[in-house]
């Protein structure tokens, strides 16, 4: 528990430095139309400085210091520095029952402190805002943890959208390559015609797919930037021609330790941690109100004078004390214990929540875990699928060449070479994904790999 805090602390250091740089989240340091180059590592550090769900959830922590020293504030006593003047004229009861016809004027300066509050409020109520301000802070870097993993797989769709681009790309030229091949058969009497006009239905539909990969380029293009929050006219660049294949967590360790590391180490358990404090603070609270009593003094010094009509005069020090202790009994007590059985049911429900959170986290962990096992394993088989095809390829190309085959043999080995290349790149792309996000499930930012 003390390891819990401590962090809670760091980053509640980490939230409120950074939110001494929050005015400069929202200038345009980057020019419209402007090109901006761009690789993981930077585009995490500008999710950092720049995404406005991080600059929401600083400002969140602020407001929640603010709460704890408002609570804190409560069995501060109220100075009050002034004066008063006060005329009456007309009638006027007195103690007796008697009503009178008074004229008079009085005049008051001086200072006073005034106290009226709850003494189990003024106890526990900081108490609770601080554990409220821990879950807060804890949430702040779950939240800034899963903005980097949305980065992150932005980046990753923007670099498999373009390595895509370049399949499709090679397989247009292989496609137009081979209808010029297939129309120069039929027009020398080698080959049918209704095979040079099958040929030439392959480039239109690689064309077909190139405009649909850079629709995709450009919708991954246009998440990434609304994520960092750069102008829309800004065009990233990145400076990786391939989708990197990302070792964060070894695939070969037992994974019911990676799940006791993620349920150590989240910040989301360091936040239901403090929610179940505020919950328990928040009892005792109503449990101690009915015998601990509300205070109210009030205490005032100065200078006093009055008289009949108008003037003033007799004037003297005067000093006033007033102090009351008073024990509450809400709908004779009925309502205190309503307050007190909603207080034990929130209690419960933040402990069930609780339990449920680590439910998901392990969840979380198996499933990354074993997305990132199957997305290794498939890796190697398109490695092996992009080989042979390559292969067959080339072997079904220089028998056309060779005059030993048709033009058309070559169209299924160049459809297969394409489809075995783009399924490369979505592997890779998956897995490196899925080393992302188990990386993220055990309770470590990216950053901590990425600096």
Not at 136 to 159: C, I, M, P, T, W
Request: some cysteine.
């Amino acid at each position: 528990m003390d390891t819990s805090c401590s962090g809670v602390r760091i980053c509640a250091a980490l939230l409120l430095g950074l939110a001494t740089v929050v005015p400069a989240w929202g200038q345009d340091d980057v020019e419209q139309g402007s090109t901006l180059p761009i690789d993981l590592p930077t585009a995490l550090r500008l999710a950092d400085e720049r995404n406005l769900d991080v600059a929401i959830y600083v400002e969140r922590v602020a407001e929640a210091s603010a709460r704890v020293a408002e609570a804190r504030a409560l069995a501060v006593p109220t100075l009050r520095i002034g004066g008063d003047y006060a005329r009456h004229t007309g009638n006027i009861q007195e103690t007796s029952g008697r009503v009178i016809d008074a004229d008079r004027a009085s005049r008051f300066a001086g200072a006073g402190v005034g106290l009226s509050v709850e003494i189990a409020d003024a106890i526990f109520a900081p108490l609770v805002a601080k554990q409220d301000r821990a879950a807060l802070v804890a949430a702040a870097s779950a939240n800034r943890h899963e903005v980097f993993v949305d980065v992150a797989a932005a980046y990753l769709r923007l670099l498999e959208s373009r390595a895509a681009r370049e399949v499709v790309q090679r397989a247009l030229e292989r496609a137009l390559d081979l209808a010029r091949l297939t129309a120069d058969y039929a027009e020398a009497g080698e080959g049918l015609l209704a095979d040079a006009e099958m040929a030439a239905v392959e480039p239109l539909l690689w064309e077909q797919r190139r405009l649909a990969i850079e629709e995709q380029t450009s919708t991954a293009a246009a998440e990434l930037v609304r994520l960092l929050h750069l102008d829309a006219g800004v065009a990233l660049e990145p400076t990786e021609n391939e989708v990197p294949m990302l070792e964060l967590v070894p695939i070969d360790v037992d994974v019911e330790a990676l799940v006791a590391r993620a349920l150590a180490d989240r910040p989301e358990t360091e936040q239901y941690d403090a929610l179940v404090a505020a919950a328990e603070a928040d009892l005792k609270a109503q449990r101690y109100a009915l015998f601990i009593p509300g205070v109210s003094l009030d205490y005032s010094t100065g200078r006093f004078g009055g008289a009949l009509g108008s003037s003033i005069d007799d004037t003297g020090d005067r000093t006033d004390l007033a102090l009351t202790l008073s024990w509450r009994f809400d709908g004779l007590g009925f309502g205190h214990r309503a307050r007190t059985d909603e207080k034990r049911a929130q209690l419960r429900r933040v402990g069930l929540e609780r339990d449920r959170l680590r439910d998901a986290i392990a969840a979380e962990v198996r499933e990354s875990y074993a997305r990132a096992r199957s997305f290794k394993q498939q890796i190697e088989f398109a490695d092996r699928a992009v080989a042979r095809a390559q292969s067959a390829y080339g072997l079904n190309r220089d028998r056309i060449y060779d005059q030993e085959g048709l033009p058309l043999e070559a169209l299924q080995a160049m459809q297969t070479l394409a489809a075995a290349e783009v399924a490369q790149v979505e592997a890779r792309a998956e897995y490196s994904l899925a080393q992302i996000r188990l990386y993220t499930a055990l309770g470590s930012p990216l950053t901590s790999q990425f600096p």
